[in-house]
């Protein structure tokens, strides 16, 4: 491939006009100085940035990687601020061990950069480049090019066998190896920052939840409702979810991941939420149901067992309990009432940044059977026990929560009780 000077490493701020922000550094916690561009539009301060550049340079020394590869828009975001939902495209941020990072970015999207992110220089992808090997000219650039120990991400989605191959034919010095697990543990662990974020994130989706269940009225169609649910998640700032609203009534609520849909609420029927909102990619989360008439004995045996599961789980988690523990304590309440067999999901998942397909960062660690790695202060979760009878019910009631000192405490305001409109 013939490298041009739009393929060069260069600096955004020497290249961008008409854009209000400020060039500074910040020192690394190994020691060099950190070029940083500062600007209104970020959603975080510099020293969080910092901090979290600390986290992954630490990891790298620890396991003794050159430097590691941010491929998910998840990761990317966690490691720049930089958002797009253009992410189908080609974007790889190289973090080297000692030093900034360079930004691999499509040459229609870079202009997001001074939007969103505080890192300074980027190498541009055109549409007809072979981009793989446009980061392997970048690596070179960087000197990382011939006997380093590169951190890949083989177990996300975007590091693809082409890039691989490419790398380790264009570079054969180098060695490439698993890193995926790097980004992983520094997400796990929220700073206060990140969790006020998350906050405001619930905070849309009580509002939500409130509207969706003040139109869930008899004629009302599924269809309808989940309009309502959107229309105040996004008039009140939220921004496009990582999963849909899943808004469904009757006997569609047994439907996993489903939403919406023509059929109408009747009288005696249930109505099922389970509603996510973003901000600045960080997510909370809330799935409750509601009755509407008279219920069938069976559906509020079944609201009360999954409360009294979310309930088990509350009093279980702090820190030194594992997932395992929080999962069974969850599981037996459930098994007791007689609905262990409508119960097949695990108790909870990480969450933090999301992007599309999903919400959560369930890769990351999960409140399920066989977990054992410890919980900390500063773990986030969404909660979302249900049970589910084909072509009868879904009833689920879930927490977002975040683990404290001494316990955990949830992000919502909506009461967790069976609630019955006549």
């Keep these: 491939m013939d490298l041009d000077q739009d393929r060069q490493i260069f600096d955004v701020a020497e290249h961008t006009e008409h854009v209000t922000f400020q060039k500074t550094t910040r020192k690394s916690a190994s020691g060099f100085?950190?070029?940083?561009?500062?600007?209104?539009r970020?959603?975080?301060?510099?020293?969080?940035?910092?901090?979290?550049?600390?986290?992954?340079?630490?990891?790298?020394?620890?396991h003794g990687f050159d430097a590691i590869l941010a491929r998910g828009p998840e990761n990317i975001t966690y490691c720049s601020g930089y958002e797009t939902p253009g992410y189908y495209k080609y974007h790889c941020i190289v973090i080297p061990k000692h030093g900034e990072p360079v930004f691999v970015v499509r040459d229609f999207e870079w202009i997001n950069t001074p939007e969103f992110a505080w890192s300074t220089r980027i190498a541009k992808v055109f549409d007809w480049d072979h981009p793989p090997s446009v980061l392997a000219n970048v690596l070179r650039q960087m000197g990382l090019g011939d006997g380093k120990r590169i951190g890949v991400?083989?177990?996300?989605?975007?590091?693809?066998?082409?890039?691989?191959?490419?790398?380790?034919?264009?570079?054969?010095?180098?060695?490439?190896?698993?890193?995926?697990?790097?980004?992983?543990?520094?997400?796990?662990?929220?700073?206060?920052?990140?969790?006020?974020?998350?906050?405001?994130?619930?905070?849309?989706?009580?509002?939500?939840?409130?509207?969706?269940?003040?139109?869930?009225?008899?004629?009302?169609?599924?269809?309808?409702?989940n309009g309502v649910v959107n229309k105040v998640l996004f008039e009140n700032g939220g921004q496009y979810m990582g999963l849909p609203p899943f808004v469904l009534a009757g006997e569609r609520s047994c439907l996993p991941h489903q939403t919406g849909g023509a059929n109408r609420l009747k009288d005696n029927d249930l109505m099922y939420f389970e509603i996510s909102a973003s901000q600045h990619r960080y997510t909370a989360a809330l799935m409750r149901t509601i009755f509407?008439?008279?219920?069938?004995?069976?559906?509020?045996?079944?609201?009360?067992?999954?409360?009294?599961?979310?309930?088990?789980?509350?009093?279980?988690?702090?820190?030194?309990?594992?997932?395992?523990e929080a999962d069974t304590a969850a599981r037996a309440v459930t098994q007791k009432a007689?609905?262990?067999?409508?119960?097949?999901?695990?108790?909870?998942?990480?969450?933090?940044?999301?992007?599309?397909?999903?919400?959560?960062e369930g890769e990351i660690i999960s409140l399920r059977q066989d977990e054992h790695r410890e919980l900390r202060p500063g773990m986030t979760f969404h909660?979302?026990?249900?049970?589910?009878?084909?072509?009868?019910?879904?009833?689920?009631?879930?927490?977002?929560?975040?683990?404290t000192e001494t316990g955990c405490e949830r992000f919502s305001k909506m009461p967790r009780e069976v609630v019955i409109k006549t």
């Design 383 to 403: 909660m979302p026990p249900l049970c589910l009878k084909y072509r009868e019910f879904g009833i689920g009631f879930s927490e977002s929560i975040v683990v």
């Design 338 to 360: 007689g609905f262990g067999s409508y119960h097949r999901n695990r108790l909870g998942y990480s969450i933090g940044v999301a992007y599309p397909p999903d919400w959560g």
């Design 42 to 62: 970020l959603a975080f301060t510099p020293e969080e940035y910092l901090r979290r550049y600390d986290v992954l340079q630490a990891a790298m020394e620890e």
């Design 33 to 40: 100085d950190l070029p940083m561009i500062l600007h209104d």
């Design 153 to 225: 991400e083989k177990q996300g989605f975007f590091y693809t066998v082409d890039e691989h191959e490419t790398l380790a034919r264009d570079l054969p010095g180098n060695n490439y190896a698993d890193a995926t697990q790097l980004f992983w543990d520094a997400r796990m662990i929220k700073s206060d920052e990140e969790i006020a974020v998350m906050r405001k994130s619930a905070h849309l989706v009580d509002l939500a939840m409130q509207a969706g269940w003040d139109a869930s009225v008899p004629g009302a169609s599924a269809d309808e409702i």
């Design 292 to 324: 509407v008439g008279k219920p069938e004995d069976e559906w509020v045996r079944a609201a009360e067992a999954v409360i009294g599961s979310v309930e088990a789980a509350l009093e279980t988690i702090k820190p030194g309990v594992t997932p395992h």
